[in-house]
């Protein structure tokens, strides 16, 4: 049964700049500074089962029958600790990592996914930017799923829930501290980068790209090569910031391109705009276009 999460110790010591990763959107300590607007102490408690975390309130809009684990089977032969270690446990916790994401997001609906760096402060215009692209995407009836880390996915997670929309954080285990930001509804721990990476392309009808690391980077190639590949349908990939992803265009068109190691066409998978509501416009469009429902 779903059972109360433990709120964070707030005296726990926060990591070092150095040590908050982007790889990936993975969830780092909280943004400097979120709390002073969202207290988490005063925000409602939060409900797990495994993975997956909820707000109150969070399952009714999900379109889909929920299922909770009652009991778990217990180990029987407690001696064999080393089975943990074997590839084939591994497999198995992997499985388990699909299963609870496909359960716990086959009931999102429309749905966006917004990368960014997790170094984005919480006091610089790149988080507002974020923040804006969240609340458009919210208000346009698209649920926004991020890595559920700080920096721009905070910024994104809490655009979207300040509009009242669905905010979505797929989270990594890491070796350094972590944790959600406090902004995210609905939360899927894990520990596999394949895994979470699936969750992000099976559920999302775009990709939202905002100024990032190797792990932004690294989601956004993830999509151009499906897409070129065919392996996923065409949906539309958007940077947020032209000053940011000029230097990046610059090389595919004058580096790549003429090496013939991409087509003039795979260029055009790429749409960037400085405008949040824009990006919001396009995803838009695609959805309208392909009537994917509400």
Not at 222 to 235: D, M, N, P, S, V
């Amino acid at each position: 049964m779903l059972t109360t999460m433990s709120e964070q110790d707030p005296k726990a010591p926060a990591s070092g700049p150095r040590e908050v990763a982007d790889a990936g959107q993975a969830a780092g300590p909280p943004t400097e500074g979120a709390h002073d607007v969202h207290d988490r102490r005063s925000s409602p408690r939060t409900m797990r089962s495994g993975r997956v975390s909820m707000r109150p309130g969070t399952g009714d809009r999900l379109t889909a029958p929920r299922r909770t684990e009652d009991e778990k089977l217990l180990e029987g032969d407690r001696g064999r600790v080393a089975f943990l270690d074997t590839d084939t446990w591994r497999a198995l916790r992997i499985l388990s990592e699909f299963v609870e994401g496909f359960e716990a997001l086959a009931g999102v609906g429309r749905a966006v996914a917004v990368f960014g760096s997790a170094r984005t402060p919480a006091d610089s215009p790149e988080y507002e930017l974020g923040r804006r692209v969240g609340r458009a995407l919210a208000n346009r009836g698209f649920a926004v799923i991020t890595g559920g880390g700080p920096g721009a996915m905070e910024a994104a997670n809490r655009g979207a829930h300040e509009a009242g929309g669905l905010s979505i954080g797929c989270n990594i285990e890491l070796p350094h501290e972590q944790s959600l930001n406090p902004y995210v509804d609905l939360s899927v721990e894990f520990h596999y980068f394949f895994a979470r990476k699936t969750m992000f392309v099976k559920y999302a009808d775009a990709f939202v790209i905002l100024p990032g690391g190797f792990g932004t980077l690294d989601e956004l190639f993830e999509a151009l090569t499906l897409i070129q590949t065919g392996k996923i349908r065409h949906f539309p990939v958007v940077l947020i910031g032209s000053a940011y992803w000029n230097g990046l265009l610059a090389w595919l068109r004058d580096v790549q391109l003429p090496a013939g190691n991409i087509a003039p066409g795979d260029i055009e998978l790429l749409t960037v705009t400085d405008d949040p509501e824009e990006a919001a416009r396009i995803v838009e469009a695609y959805a309208t276009e392909n009537d994917i429902g509400s």
